[in-house]
């Protein structure tokens, strides 16, 4: 989107409504889901982002707010054949009251040239999701692509109709986590031609980069439930208190 006004002149809410705030650790037990959950519920984030298995500990917390779910589908790997992310999909949409679906491309397939298969593998799960009236996010895992990829994954995810393009997972084990770059956001910006809103996830860390990926155009953030506090500005000794 093009904002009305420079990040920098947005208010702590307003610069929330950007943000998807991860809470997917593995290894987080139900009170740091709650936890965390709740944090970025308070702040006013867009959505919580969880795991599948989290939905029954978050879905009742969000009820009655203006902070969603968005739930991570076939995550981080995205390796599972398309008839079982359909699958997946249905259960979580025909279950929970799910604002948005982050599903991971086959980037490897992607890599591959294999154009076709990647965008008929996203299709099969935007098709589920919008039958429910659920949007779709879809992740690509940028740092394991060239530009040229970035860009033809993109292009994908338009022929796909998915609602969302997305950099990265957090979660990439093949190499450097760079996460949404300038220049990767850039090449997912001019890829989508305006026919798909955009997703910047993965380092976004510094309130300094989250306001110039708003003011570049980015739709939506997944930000870490750390980094939270500090993109929005708030004191140390703020973010301290929260643990």
Do not use: W
Request: hydrophobic fraction near 35%; glycine fraction near 10%; proline fraction near 2%.
């Amino acid at each position: 989107m093009n904002p009305s006004k420079k990040a920098a002149e947005m208010s702590e809410r307003e610069l929330a409504s950007y943000i998807d705030q991860s809470v997917l650790k593995p290894e987080f037990t139900a009170e740091d889901i709650k936890k965390y959950s709740q944090e970025g519920i308070d702040f006013g984030c867009k959505t919580i982002c969880v795991n599948p298995a989290s939905l029954d500990i978050v879905a009742p917390m969000v009820r009655g707010t203006n902070t969603g779910i968005c739930v991570v589908c076939d995550f981080p790997f995205g390796l599972s054949t398309t008839a079982s992310k359909a699958l997946q999909a249905e259960e979580y949409c025909r279950n929970y009251e799910i604002e948005d679906l982050d599903i991971v491309a086959n980037y490897g397939r992607l890599r591959s040239g294999d154009l076709d298969y990647v965008t008929a593998d996203i299709k099969a799960v935007v098709d589920v999701c919008h039958s429910y009236g659920t949007n779709v996010k879809v992740i690509v895992e940028t740092d394991s692509l060239t530009i040229g990829q970035v860009k033809a994954g993109t292009r994908c995810a338009v022929a796909a109709g998915a609602d969302f393009i997305k950099s990265s997972t957090g979660f990439y084990t093949g190499g450097e986590q760079r996460g949404a770059t300038n220049e990767v956001v850039a090449a997912m910006i001019e890829a989508g031609e305006g026919r798909i809103k955009v997703k910047g996830s993965g380092a976004i860390r510094t309130r300094e980069h989250f306001l110039e990926l708003i003011d570049m155009g980015v739709d939506r953030m997944g930000v870490g439930y750390r980094s939270t506090p500090v993109v929005l500005g708030m004191s140390a000794d703020e973010a301290r208190k929260l643990g």
